[in-house]
């Protein structure tokens, strides 16, 4: 089997799906990387990793053109032939982001499996015209969550699909290996953290600020990219509280080292239709490094994960799980199962379904 990967960074070595694409290369008889970027890119280093070989597509015509069908078909005569014939030798060909429909016209016989990853049209109505195209002309679509296998596409496009799989993330055991890490279970001190992204649109301030508030004897660690210009007043009063600690933007490979000395792992997600599309990595990360999460009911995919995953309806049982997840771990009784949860969880494990799935398909 050949399978042409198709993704829209320049930047592999830290690409989000790297670790199962990677697990899959070790499953087929071949797997190319195809950077698919404008030519903006095109005097910019791409960084690739060893043992896949990496191809690069620059687009001419931007985004915000292509739109306009006579851009679109200048650029597919010129450079049809070409790619056209540098895909042919493809079975399959994976396609991560909708913006990447603008490939199909090169595909004439091989497989396509598309990556439904978020709630496109909610992000922005500008992708729903494209992702549709890219929803009927699929072969296969793996979504990375239940509502986004289960409803989003009818919801949204009024289709029914048959070939709509649930394909959840996951995490790379070998970064996240909790035999690396020293991990200090029973300080006096609790160190409760929350890794990621956080905006108005996905976090909910209000559950960030109560939980501070209430427990000042815990010790609340933020890692990653805050927009504080648009959320001044409420970062500047969350960051003025003692026991919060804001860390900045960690390096992925660096961040293992620091969630390694947390006690308990918290997804700070609102309740809202955005959300409950959403399927996060670290959910898994967390786990691998046998440290408990704490999330509110965003949906129901981690249900399964009971008592390691604490899923809650309101920020009042939200504090009450944290305590919960920190006696849990103090007994010993939670942190070997955590980490056995997150083993069926691999980029390996992963692999192994995607395989499954598009050889049926």
């Not at 009818?154 to 790379?172: A, L, M, Q, S, T």
């Not at 010790?219 to 919060?244: C, H, M, P, R």
């Not at 049982?317 to 771990?329: G, K, V």
Request: proline share 3%; charged share 25%.
């Amino acid at each position: 089997m050949n399978i042409l990967v198709v993704c829209s960074v320049i930047n592999f070595r830290d690409f989000t799906r790297r670790a199962t694409i990677e697990a899959i290369k070790k499953e087929v008889d071949n797997l190319d990387v195809l950077f698919y970027t404008g030519i903006k890119n095109f005097l910019k280093k791409k960084i690739t990793v060893d043992g896949i070989r990496f191809l690069t597509y620059h687009f001419w015509v931007p985004d915000k053109f292509k739109r306009i069908k006579f851009f679109g078909f200048i650029e597919h005569k010129i450079r049809g032939l070409y790619w056209s014939k540098k895909i042919l030798k493809y079975d399959i060909v994976f396609i991560t982001d909708p913006n990447q429909a603008w490939l199909l016209s090169y595909i004439k016989q091989s497989k396509i499996v598309y990556l439904l990853r978020d709630p496109n049209i909610l992000q922005n109505k500008n992708n729903s015209s494209t992702e549709k195209i890219l929803l009927l002309k699929s072969n296969t679509v793996l979504a990375t969550s239940k509502n986004l296998a289960n409803n989003y596409v009818p919801r949204f496009y009024g289709i029914e699909c048959k070939y709509i799989y649930y394909w959840p993330n996951c995490v790379d055991i070998n970064i996240w290996d909790n035999t690396k890490y020293l991990r200090n279970r029973f300080n006096a001190t609790k160190i409760i953290g929350v890794a990621g992204n956080f905006d108005k649109i996905r976090t909910d301030y209000l559950l960030l600020d109560y939980i501070t508030s209430q427990r000042t004897d815990l010790i609340f660690e933020i890692a990653g990219t805050i927009d504080y210009n648009q959320s001044k007043t409420f970062w500047d009063n969350l960051l003025s509280k003692k026991n919060v600690k804001y860390l900045g933007f960690v390096p992925f490979d660096l961040l293992p080292k620091v969630v390694a000395k947390w006690n308990v792992g918290l997804i700070t997600d609102k309740i809202d239709i955005y959300s409950s599309y959403m399927h996060h990595n670290k959910v898994y990360q967390y786990l691998s490094l046998g440290i408990p999460v704490v999330s509110l009911r965003i949906h129901h995919d981690y249900d399964d994960f009971y008592p390691c995953v604490q899923l809650v309806p309101d920020k009042e049982q939200y504090l009450i799980a944290i305590r919960f997840a920190i006696d849990e771990l103090q007994n010993h009784s939670i942190e070997d199962t955590c980490i056995t949860y997150a083993k069926l969880n691999s980029s390996e494990e992963r692999a192994k379904t995607f395989l499954n799935i598009v050889n049926k398909s």
